[in-house]
């Protein structure tokens, strides 16, 4: 197994990652101009002469963290111009996705802005249309080829659309527009502002994290540590440390933020955002937290039964369950994944109707496995690696014999997981120096992944199970016979139990631990051989 990965010291690892970018890293003042961006001149034109004529603009957002975070952006803003802004993120039981008719029910406005919604409302830019409001739509989904009637589509993912960069998010596109927007009504709003929360929204949505998006969560997690907005104020106190990474944001703060639109509303996240006071703040943030308590023990609750459900053998799980609760589906699938290295769909069935998640493994592209089975489906919608979809409850037995026929046709090594190991460390390079070297090619995430190391055979010397419940593991393990010092593993998640050889092969990623202002090396298991 060792032998095919590289024994790095400190110098070899530092040239490694450095091979991973092409050029130095961009600065602010180089990101490309947003007026290349399709419709977006025109759009800031329409909306700066509606603010002149005071006319009425209704904003409508997205329930997970990019959209809340585009709506956030945009409240901003307009509380600085001053203008009155109304804003709505449809919920996902009542409204389900973007902006629907549903949603245009309760719009009294002459003009309607999406953010990270839109390009697929064809019939939502009908009603828009007969009622005599103009529609701008500002997404980064993929285009289908029939676009909707709209006054201006904003996306970079248009074939037409010039912008150099197509990987942004929503809230990216939407900073854009209002950088655009600025300079219409002549104003002295410092753009860079914006950035904590347009950050959180680049991480949270798995973005790459090279070119523009790495240099704007740079500044981003940079604004986040010294703005003094109130929820940057809370999320900084709340996490406690010197700097915040990426990985803070993506396992801590996001999931909060997320939690929102998954089991209640996301306007309580935006009410956190927005918050003018750092009592109202942590008010928000609070109930954030105790959304998420209840995510993840409906997550738990909804694993435990989507696991007893069978179907094992099959190359593509596809479990369903009534009345399992839609916020969390998502996450369950990502959960079967994990267990059994598979592409994975859950459905949650209500009134005859199911309505679910697939997330996928490997090189398989779920989006395209669901598409060839759309003829048992009522709706679907997503990418390679995650997808939605609808359908009605009789059908799910033979969708699932379908799109398992389907999966049979394609390349066994399309299932196998991905896992990119950078190399093998010795125990005496895991030090605080090793550290700061592997902090100066953050922020790591998707394009950018954090440097992931193997450990073989090496000798388990001790294990302590951690937690309230003891569900995480502490292993003391000497990686050489030789090795001067021993290291400590981190297994979350995990009960492990001490192998009959007392040997452990594992891959690992090298963390900061800051705890009562002392600062320690932590190793966290990936995964366990």
């Known amino acids: 197994m060792q032998n095919n990965y590289p024994h790095l010291d400190k110098p070899a690892l530092f040239e490694l990652l450095s091979k991973r970018f092409s050029a130095e890293d961009k600065k602010l003042s180089q990101i490309p101009n947003p007026a290349l961006l399709q419709d977006a001149t025109k759009s800031a034109k329409k909306i700066a ?48 996705y973007g902006v629907s008719p549903n949603v245009l ?18 019939q939502a830019a009908k009603v828009c249309k007969e009622r005599g409001i103009d529609l701008i739509i500002t997404d980064h989904h993929t285009p289908s080829e029939i676009l909707p009637e709209a006054f201006a589509i904003i996306d970079p993912k248009l074939s037409t659309c010039q912008y150099p960069f197509k990987e942004i998010c929503g809230a990216q596109v939407a900073w854009l527009l209002l950088g655009l927007l600025k300079k219409e009504l002549n104003l002295k709003i410092d753009m860079r502002q914006f950035l904590d929360i347009l950050a959180i929204a680049i991480i949270a949505d798995i973005m790459p994290l090279i070119d523009i998006n790495r240099t704007l969560v740079k500044e981003g997690l940079k604004v986040l540590m010294t703005s003094n907005r109130p929820s940057s104020i809370i999320i900084r106190d709340f996490l406690n440390k010197s700097s915040i990474t990426s990985d803070d944001i993506a396992f801590q703060i996001a999931p909060r933020i997320n939690a929102a639109g998954r089991v209640e509303d996301a306007s309580i996240a935006l009410a956190f955002y927005t918050a003018s006071s750092t009592n109202e703040a942590y008010k928000q943030f609070e109930l954030l937290g105790q959304l998420n308590a209840f995510r993840k023990e409906t997550e738990a609750e909804c694993t435990k039964k989507a696991l007893a459900c069978g179907n094992h053998f099959d190359d593509v799980i596809v479990v369903s369950g009534d009345d ?4 969390v589906v998502g996450i369950v699938a990502a959960r079967l994944v994990e267990h059994f290295s598979k592409p994975a769909i859950v459905l949650s069935c209500s009134d005859g109707v199911a309505k679910g998640s697939a997330r996928s493994i490997g090189d398989v592209n779920i989006y395209e496995l669901i598409k060839a089975n759309e003829s048992y489906l009522s709706k679907f919608g997503g990418h390679k690696m995650a997808a939605g979809l609808g359908l009605q409850k009789k059908d799910i037995d033979a969708f699932r014999v379908a799109i398992n026929q389907t999966a049979a046709r394609l390349n066994p090594d399309d299932f196998i997981p991905k896992e990119q190991i950078t190399g093998i460390l010795s125990s005496e390079d895991i030090d605080l120096e090793l550290l700061n070297l592997l902090e100066s090619f953050e922020p790591y995430g998707e394009a950018n992944p954090r440097p992931t190391f193997l450990l073989h055979d090496a000798q388990v010397l001790n294990i302590k199970l ?33 192998p009959s050889d007392r040997k452990i092969s594992c891959s690992y990623s090298v963390a900061k631990n800051e705890f009562n202002n002392r600062v320690s090396v932590q190793l966290l298991i990936n995964k366990i051989y």
């Open 49 to 96: 002469s509606a603010i002149a004529e005071k006319k009425k603009i209704t904003l409508i957002g997205d329930y997970d963290v990019d959209g809340v975070s585009s709506t956030a952006i945009m409240v901003d803003f307009f509380r600085q111009i001053p203008y009155p802004l109304e804003a709505i993120i449809p919920n996902r039981f009542n409204d389900g």
């Open 105 to 122: 029910n309760r719009v009294d406005a002459d003009l309607v802005i999406t953010v990270d919604n839109g390009i697929a409302a064809i």
């Open 324 to 327: 399992w609760h839609e916020g």
């Open 466 to 498: 951690m937690g309230a419940d003891k569900s995480h593991s502490r292993i003391e393990i000497l990686q050489f016979p030789h090795a001067k010092k021993s290291l400590e593993l981190i297994a979350f998640r995990t009960v492990f139990q001490m």
